[in-house]
């Protein structure tokens, strides 16, 4: 499956953006999906997982902010991101488990500030 993510950009602190992941084929019995995010000189960290039963689950830092959903029909998944701050600034990658495999989409910028 190929993922290219969409959406990112520049936000002052308290803002909001959505991000969109879109795949090159059916989502639907894809069980796991979501989003990591990556710093310059850190390791990427899952923020986000969404599975298709609708179960959901954050990073600490994120809870009660972001929102990860999915449209089966549109093949997509996205990321809602609120009142958002400069720590969340890092480049934005939606991911797709398949079996024991991990597939990245490549990244998106966000950068929160003022």
């Known amino acids: 499956v190929q993922l290219q993510a969409s959406g990112g950009g520049l936000v002052q602190p308290g803002g909001s953006l959505r991000l969109s992941c879109a795949a090159s084929r059916s989502i639907f019995n894809i069980n796991t999906m979501g989003w990591g995010r990556q710093v310059p000189g850190k390791q990427r960290e899952l923020v986000a997982i969404g599975a298709s039963g609708g179960t959901t689950h954050y990073v600490d830092s994120v809870k009660g902010r972001f929102t990860v959903s999915r449209d089966v029909a549109k093949n997509t998944i996205y990321l809602q991101m609120n009142n958002l701050n400069p720590e969340d600034t890092a480049v934005y990658y939606c991911?797709?488990?398949?079996?024991?495999?991990?597939?990245w989409g490549q990244g998106t910028q966000v950068t929160v500030s003022s």
């Open positions: 991911y797709a488990r398949i079996d024991e495999s991990l597939y």
